[in-house]
């Protein structure tokens, strides 16, 4: 098993530009869910969704950030008008009924 | 809310020795999930072990144990013969017992753990 693949591991962008990130959770896993890592903040929820629906976003801040699940095989988190108070770690894990199983993250740098 | 809190910021031991981390959480739920997690120095989450509340058993799984008092919101976890590589970043958290069988984690802090030969 792959385990759960967040592309790209990195990512670099200028303060107003978007940023998409992707996450590719476990064959057969019916959870997927996304984090925010900062030395600050700790780790923070930010949304997830349940067979590809949508089903808590209390985390996510209203605006810039959207996120979907197209298909059982991959979640994307898209940041609008970067701002450099959202350079972090992002973490998607997956869960198929009680742990959940996390990616490596993608490190986001807005510059 | 659920609040997880991790008193301890870092920890050094001896390698073979035995470490116990701290965590007490709050809730207003009646039936729930804890959890431990370690994060390595490549930053890489790994899933430890996991407590449901209503077993009075605690958890052992390997070298982890689990240190579990629901009257003191307290879960505790238990690392014994210590390794090199158990040097990381242990995290705890919790989730509700959702009806819908999946929640968010909420976590803790984290505890620093250094173990030097």
């Known amino acids: 098993n792959a385990g759960v693949i967040q592309t790209p591991r990195h990512k670099v962008t200028g303060k107003g530009q978007e940023a998409t990130l992707w996450c590719e959770p476990i064959s057969g896993h019916s959870a997927v869910f996304w984090y925010r890592q900062t030395i600050v903040q700790g780790l923070e929820f930010l949304t997830y969704?349940?067979?590809?629906?949508?089903?808590?976003d209390s985390g996510m801040p209203k605006e810039r950030f959207s996120a979907q699940m197209p298909n059982q095989s991959h979640s994307t988190l898209k940041i609008q008008s970067t701002q450099p108070q959202d350079s972090a770690v992002y973490l998607c894990a997956s869960s198929l009924a009680y742990e959940q199983y996390f990616g490596p993250g993608t490190r986001l740098t807005v510059l | 809310a659920q609040k997880v809190t991790q008193t301890q910021t870092s920890i050094s031991v001896m390698e073979k020795t035995t470490v116990t981390m701290d965590c007490v959480y709050e809730?207003?739920?009646?039936?729930?999930?804890l959890f431990w997690y370690k994060q390595t120095a490549s930053g890489e989450i790994v899933f430890l072990i996991r407590q449901d509340s209503y077993k009075k058993e605690n958890a052992t799984v390997g070298h982890y144990s689990l240190n579990f008092q629901k009257p003191k919101s307290s879960i505790g976890l238990i690392i014994t013969a210590t390794q090199i590589e158990d040097s990381a970043v242990y995290f705890c958290a919790m989730r509700e017992r959702a009806s819908s069988s999946f929640s968010k984690l909420v976590f803790g802090q984290g505890t620093s753990l250094s173990v030097v030969p």
């Open positions: 809730t207003q739920d009646s039936s729930y999930f």
């Open positions: 969704f349940r067979n590809q629906a949508p089903i808590d």
